[in-house]
């Protein structure tokens, strides 16, 4: 008997009417994955690529062989790693004030996702370039990118280095190793991959790293970036921040039949791991491995960091309409903040009224910060930037016919 054909609709874990359910997700114990050697190859991958590289257990502890693989991460290094975090989260609650007040025309937030950013900015040394889509700017943070530049390109006044030629929140910044941001999703990964032959040929030393959503991995350019990535073997980590969901869409509908995002990178002949991205000793620890695997000429590598889009995916979304208000609130792997606060304070380092402090003190600081770029002009207090900029910085030598158009302008 034949059987009828059907077409297969992807269903997100609940509705907006339902309670948040994620039975599904198979989450292993902390510390039971072990660390690979670094001429890791694909087909030695599948381990790392289904499972989940997990260093903070339940109750805060540092456990497995992963933690051993950073043993030497100093309370300074945890420190910063929180001060940064907490520093984003400062960010994203003053500017998506500013833009809820009319002041800024719009705003991602990257909540619940820092530690992805930040743990990995950390690793990279001076002159290599990450290759970011929007909600990267905790690479920026940690990058320790001035804050005033941050929020001038946000408000897009005279204090944004790039005087108003890219839309809000897609960030250029060089030599703070942040390639100008593409609209286009997928079109990082590709970037990266020739970046990290560049690099190669010329012998720098230096490595890529791209970064794309889940549901970028849809997008051809995904494919494109893996079989160049695969023939030339060049210096590149390839991230996929898995964060279950885009503007309205589950993450179903990009993922497949796979399992996981890093399994299906295997088909490239890459290795590829998986990690929890709300962990920031399973973030530092997989990143250091990952980045010193590429700097000494083992080939590209595969991250997909399993984590959660607490916000709405940006200031025009209302995620009320696709999925439950308390979704954020149930998700298993937890807060990254809180978990790595557990974790200090167990420790020793830490202390609830110390980070009660610290919070303050950072929102202060970026308030400060805040209030200074808004003098420069917002929507409300507009203060044009003389168009006379548009005709700056894109020719060495200006040539004849728009040396005329300025003049005619009166510049």
């Not at 993450?251 to 890093?262: D, F, I, P």
């Amino acid at each position: 008997m034949t059987k009828k054909i059907k077409l297969n609709f992807p269903h997100p874990p609940a509705r907006p009417d339902q309670a948040p359910d994620f039975s599904v997700i198979d989450i292993p114990e902390a510390g039971i994955v072990d660390v690979p050697p670094p001429d890791l190859k694909a087909a030695d991958s599948h381990d790392y690529a289904e499972g989940m590289i997990r260093v903070l257990d339940d109750q805060g502890d540092a456990v497995g062989p992963w933690a051993d693989y950073i043993a030497d991460l100093g309370d300074t290094a945890l420190l910063q790693g929180l001060r940064d975090m907490l520093k984003m989260r400062a960010v994203d609650k003053r500017l998506l004030n500013a833009q809820r007040q009319g002041k800024t025309s719009f705003y991602l937030q990257c909540t619940g996702e820092e530690a992805i950013g930040c743990g990995f900015q950390r690793q990279l040394e001076q002159n290599d370039m990450n290759f970011p889509t929007y909600r990267q700017q905790p690479l920026l943070i940690a990058a320790d990118y001035p804050l005033q530049d941050l929020m001038g390109q946000i408000y897009s006044n005279d204090c944004d280095p790039l005087q108003g030629r890219q839309l809000p929140i897609m960030h250029s910044a060089r030599d703070y190793g942040f390639f100008s941001i593409s609209g286009n999703l997928g079109t990082q990964f590709v970037q990266a991959v020739g970046w990290a032959m560049g690099c190669a040929l010329r012998g720098t030393g230096k490595i890529a790293a791209g970064w794309i959503g889940d549901g970028a991995t849809a997008s051809n350019d995904f494919n494109s970036a893996l079989l160049s990535a695969s023939v030339y073997q060049p210096p590149v980590v390839l991230n996929i921040v898995n964060n279950q969901w885009a503007i309205s869409t589950y993450t179903g509908v990009a993922s497949g039949q796979s399992k996981t995002y890093a399994e299906r990178v295997l088909g490239y002949g890459i290795p590829a791991l998986r990690v929890d991205g709300n962990d920031y000793l399973a973030v530092i620890a997989v990143s250091r491995w990952a980045i010193e695997r590429a700097r000494n000429g083992y080939g590209p590598i595969a991250i997909e960091w399993f984590t959660y889009r607490a916000a709405p995916h940006s200031t025009s979304d209302d995620p009320s309409a696709y999925r439950p208000k308390d979704e954020a609130q149930a998700w298993p792997l937890g807060d990254p903040v809180e978990r790595l606060k557990a974790h200090m304070i167990r420790r020793g380092i830490w202390t609830e009224e110390r980070h009660t402090q610290a919070e303050a003190e950072l929102l202060d600081e970026v308030m400060a910060v805040q209030k200074e770029v808004e003098k420069h002009g917002t929507f409300v207090n507009p203060q044009p930037i003389s168009p006379a900029e548009i005709f700056r910085g894109v020719y060495a030598g200006m040539p004849e016919h728009l040396r005329r158009q300025r003049q005619e302008m009166g510049y």
